[in-house]
Every structure is written in structure tokens, then in C-alpha cells.
């Protein structure tokens, strides 16, 4: 492959992959530009798991409809970085964009398990945490930030961990937790860094 892209470009071996590393570099940047992103999403996925319980405890008989704003926040982040990115002038950053569209398919994804198969109960909870820690694992190591990466590593732990609860609202309330903690900390930080720059 990269003997492909060498001969394509008529470029040395070492400039290939100062290219790559550039392509990368370029990617982490648009990313820790702020926090956002993560903050959003640990912000939806906590609200979502709470009120989902809330829900539950209410007595609605169809409170697994509030996971549709996982495929409404899906869409939304989405369009958000299709438009912001289309206006800038810059190339196209690969990186940036097979992230973007990484994080649209596991979105879908995890909407199909919330919704589709929420009578599954505590599988679906750590079938959704496992997809959400997995690509926010590739995302931490493709953006080489280590406040993600233990954010990401953590989730991944807790969603094995969710398999010894063995009650739904207490799978609710811990995965709301977990997104505050592994999804919402890490953007509050990563927020913090950026303005500091």
C-alpha cells in the first residue's frame, strides 16, 4: 500500500511518511481544537441512560422510544462536521473524514440495539458500551491523546463489568455514570487544554 501511494506521488519512502504523520497531526488537531464533540456525547448518552430510568420509573410502558436521540444526535454531529468541514479551504483530511464516518456507522449501530432489541435488556447495555468504548478507542489512538485513551480503555472495562448487574435501572443509571465519567470528563478536559493554547 504504501509502495502504491510512493509510486503514485513519486515520493521517497521518508516523505510518505511525513505525509502520513502531517495527515494525522492535521486530524488530532481539528479534534482537540476543543472538547466539544465529547462533551456532546457524553452529555446525550448520560441524559439518554437517565432518562430512559426516569421513564421507567414513571411507569412508561414505551420509555425505550428515548432512544431515538441517539440516532438524532448521530445525525446532527454528522452534519455538524459535514457542513463545518465542507467550508473550509483546506484539503480534505482522510483521517478526519473516516472518523466522521466510523462514528456514524457505530451511532446506527448502537440505535439498532437500543431500539430494536431493547428487550434484551442487560446485553444491550453491554453491547452498547462496547461498541461506544471500541470506537472511541480507535478514535483516542488515531488522535494520539492520552486523556481519551483512559477515558475509552475505562468504558471498555465497564461495559464488561455491566454483565455482573443484574438489574435494568441500576444498567441505566451506571451507564449514564460511565458517560459522565469516560465520555464527558475527558471532553471537559480536552476543552479546558484547547483554550489554554
Known amino acids: 500500500m504504501l509502495n502504491l501511494f510512493v509510486m503514485e506521488n513519486n515520493f521517497s519512502v521518508d516523505q510518505s511518511f511525513k505525509v502520513i504523520k502531517e495527515t494525522i497531526e492535521q486530524a ?14 457524553g452529555l446525550v448518552i448520560a441524559t439518554i441512560s437517565f432518562g430512559y430510568y426516569f421513564l421507567r420509573k414513571a411507569g412508561l410502558e414505551k420509555a425505550y422510544l428515548i432512544n431515538w436521540l441517539y440516532l438524532v444526535a448521530a445525525l446532527l ?35 439498532v440495539v437500543a431500539f430494536g432489541f431493547h428487550n434484551l435488556g442487560f446485553v ?16 483516542s489512538v488515531m488522535l494520539r491523546s492520552g486523556i481519551l485513551v483512559i477515558g475509552a480503555l475505562m468504558m471498555n472495562l465497564g461495559a464488561y463489568f455491566s454483565l455482573y448487574l443484574n438489574n435494568v435501572d441500576e444498567l441505566l443509571i451506571y451507564m449514564g455514570v460511565i458517560a459522565l465519567v469516560c465520555i464527558f470528563l475527558p471532553g471537559v478536559l480536552m476543552e479546558l487544554k484547547a483554550r489554554k493554547k
Open 124 to 139: 444491550s447495555t453491554f453491547i452498547i458500551m462496547l461498541i461506544i468504548s471500541i470506537g472511541y478507542f480507535v478514535s
Open 28 to 41: 488530532r488537531i481539528k479534534f482537540e481544537k476543543s472538547g466539544i464533540v465529547f462533551i456532546f456525547w
Open 77 to 111: 454531529t454528522f452534519v455538524y462536521f459535514t457542513v463545518k468541514y465542507s467550508k473550509e479551504k483546506k484539503s480534505k483530511n482522510f483521517l478526519a473524514s473516516l472518523l466522521g464516518w466510523m462514528w456514524l456507522i457505530l451511532n446506527i449501530n448502537i440505535f
